[in-house]
């Protein structure tokens, strides 16, 4: 991973007060040339219970590290650091109450909340437009809030260890993001929009409840790494007959279809018309059929590598294109060599 939180550097540019047990922070004793010096700053493994105002004195301030205290609130005066890169707040009390209401006007780059109290992402952090690094893993947050397609530089988004059931399709719009941590949650389902995120490198869903994979994860073609363990992904093939028959427009719409039976605008009223062009080609390579609402949920089974066989979702046109259920999952029809995904195309598919 290319985003770092930080490491201090010698010289006159780093002030370290970290595990130096400090109940307050005092700055009477730094000379104003070593605050407007100072770029980086360490009051991490100590027991303040808030964030001092004198903060706001270390004028070139660039890094932060504020980890392990008892904080349950940030000051108002950290939002005058206008240079401010890199917050590091990991294992405090802080929540969705504690941040200042002015702090999505900060510049940061990198922001780690893991370990605290929040079960909501707070709304300023969504306004942090520069933020490449967002993690608050280890919180008690039960949603992502559909806000977060306004972090469009992030690249790192950790959020494991909460109690989140659903991953917002908006997600799928920030373009650059690389690193996806959606571990240790209660996600039952992969939304198929996340194709979109063309940069994905990573993608951590181990300990969730999935039972199955959209297809169209197929198109993440940068994915190196997903991690699935832990799940409860059916291991052995598995159809839902339950099947609503088609009405009698869609069974005229799949006979003009299938058949290539040529028609013409002038031919037909315009709602037929548009209802024709929502058809549905059925992904067995078998069947030659469309649908339009009517078809069969199904869980058709994919070599990754060619060690691993994933669940993804697939909708077939009628129960007919499901094939038999195979004693063997190893062998059942529905591997197919066209579905197959290259081991250059994902290094590591981590299922136990």
Do not use: W
């Not at 660039?62 to 980890?67: A, Q």
């Not at 992502?144 to 306004?150: G, K, V």
């Not at 992969?190 to 490198?201: D, G």
């Not at 339950?242 to 031919?267: F, H, M, Q, W």
């Amino acid at each position: 991973m290319e985003i770092h939180e930080g490491a201090a550097a010698a010289g006159d540019s780093v002030l370290d007060f970290s595990r130096l047990s400090l109940n307050t922070f005092s700055t009477d004793s730094i000379s104003n040339e070593r605050k407007r010096d100072t770029k980086q700053l360490y009051l991490n493994y100590n027991r303040l219970g808030s964030l001092p105002s004198s903060v706001s004195l270390f004028c070139n301030l660039e890094f932060l590290d504020i980890s392990h205290n008892g904080l349950s609130a940030i000051c108002e005066g950290i939002t005058r650091l206008t240079r401010l890169k890199t917050l590091i707040a990991k294992n405090n009390r802080l929540d969705e109450f504690s941040l200042p209401k002015e702090f999505g006007s900060l510049q940061l780059e990198v922001l780690n909340f893991s370990g605290n109290r929040f079960e909501e992402i707070p709304l300023q952090c969504m306004k942090l437009l520069r933020l490449q690094s967002l993690s608050l893993g280890g919180n008690r947050l039960k949603s992502i809030p559909a806000e977060i397609e306004h972090l469009t530089s992030l690249e790192l988004l950790y959020l494991g260890g909460n109690l989140i059931s659903a991953i917002p399709p908006e997600v799928a719009n920030l373009p650059y993001l690389s690193y996806l941590v959606l571990c240790d949650n209660r996600i039952q389902s992969v939304p198929p929009q996340l194709t979109r995120l063309h940069s994905l490198r990573s993608l951590s869903l181990h300990n969730n409840l999935l039972t199955y994979l959209p297809r169209e994860i197929l198109s993440l073609v940068h994915l190196q790494e997903l991690s699935l363990r832990g799940n409860p992904l059916v291991v052995r093939f598995v159809k839902e007959m339950t099947y609503d028959p088609p009405s009698l427009l869609e069974l005229a719409g799949r006979t003009v279809k299938s058949r290539n039976i040529p028609y013409y605008p002038c031919d037909l009223p315009s709602n037929l018309l548009r209802y024709l062009d929502l058809a549905s080609k059925c992904p067995n390579p078998k069947c030659a059929g469309v649908y339009f609402d009517s078809c069969v949920r199904h869980i058709k089974f994919v070599d990754f590598c060619g060690k691993y066989r994933l669940p993804l979702m697939h909708y077939l046109c009628s129960p007919e294109c499901t094939s038999p259920c195979s004693s063997n999952p190893q062998s059942d029809a529905e591997s197919e060599d066209e579905s197959s995904v290259p081991a250059d195309r994902l290094q590591r598919v981590l299922l136990g």
